[in-house]
């Protein structure tokens, strides 16, 4: 068994909760509530940004070129083509995409960034991959067991959104192949580092649907003074 093998079988539950969770079974159904999808997109939009970020950082660390190419081509995905998925959302709820952007992250979508942000600036580049990882791998059989469950045709109102991941593959092969290389050269307590990043990462993964599907916010007394 390989070491992302064994990261995906220690973490079933996370991966089952998040299959189940009411976001994700709503994205299935073509039905959600306009609100949530509209938090989603907010949330999302500013997270990519994060994510592009910190695969800057793992870029200035790379040492061959090779890496460096896989970084540069994965800031190209993130940057360009999933801005697709982000539409078939915005389509739905009738608003344009620009006026989603530029909104804070409530407090589950910040705490994943500086989660993500910190294994970056903190650890080795196979400590992030870790903390990577399962934004590609749980996005990629969320819309396998999406189509297995609701077989969407193309008039889904997500059938985009859902083809989309279950057709992204190879983000998840190539990072779990560089991965598996660090893996190969760890020492038992930055192997352990690496689990504990991953596990926390799909912790945060489920997190960030709840956050949507609550419309989760910051404290504050607006409410009180309204
Ligand atoms: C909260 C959240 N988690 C994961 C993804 C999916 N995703 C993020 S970056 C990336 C490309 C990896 O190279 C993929 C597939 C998302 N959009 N939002």
Same mark, same amino acid.
């Given at each position: 068994m390989t070491f992302t093998d064994e990261l995906r079988k220690e973490n079933d539950d996370i @991966?089952?909760?998040? *299959? ?6 709503? #994205? ?7 609100? &949530? ?6 949330? $999302? ?5 994060? *994510? ?7 870029? /200035?660390? /790379? %040492?061959?070129?090779?890496? =460096? &190419? ?7 995905? %993130? ?17 344009? *995409?620009? $006026?989603?952007?530029?909104? !804070?992250?409530?407090? /589950? ?6 989660h993500m942000?910190y294994h970056a600036n903190m650890g080795s580049l196979g400590e992030t991959l870790s903390a990577l990882l399962p934004?590609?791998? %749980?996005?990629?059989? #969320? ?13 889904? !109102? ?5 083809? *989309? @991941?279950?057709? /992204?593959?190879?983000? %998840?092969?190539?990072m779990r192949?560089r991965l598996d290389a660090f893996a190969a050269n760890a020492s038992t307590e930055e192997k352990l580092r690496m689990k504990d990043a991953f596990r926390k990462s799909c912790q945060l993964?489920? &997190?960030?649907?709840? =956050?949507? @599907? ?13």
């Open positions: @991966y089952q909760l998040i *299959f189940n969770h009411p976001f994700v079974q709503g #994205i299935g159904k073509g039905e959600l509530p306009k609100q &949530a999808v509209e938090h989603y997109i907010k949330a $999302d939009f500013e997270f990519l940004n994060a *994510f592009v970020q910190v695969y800057s950082i793992a870029l /200035s660390k /790379s %040492t061959n070129r090779e890496d =460096m &190419a896989y970084f540069h081509e994965q800031i190209q995905f %993130t940057l360009y083509d999933e801005v697709q998925p982000h539409l078939n959302f915005s389509d739905y709820i009738g608003v344009r *995409f620009e $006026d989603l952007q530029g909104h !804070p992250l409530p407090p /589950s979508g910040d705490h994943y960034i500086k942000l934004c590609p791998w %749980t996005y990629l059989e #969320i819309g396998q067991e999406l189509i297995k469950k609701y077989q969407p045709t193309k008039d889904h !109102p997500f059938y985009k959104w859902i083809h *989309f @991941y279950a057709e /992204s593959g190879h983000e %998840t092969e190539q192949k993964e489920l &997190a960030f649907w709840e =956050m949507s @599907y609550t419309c989760e916010e910051w404290p504050s007394n607006k409410a009180v003074t309204q």
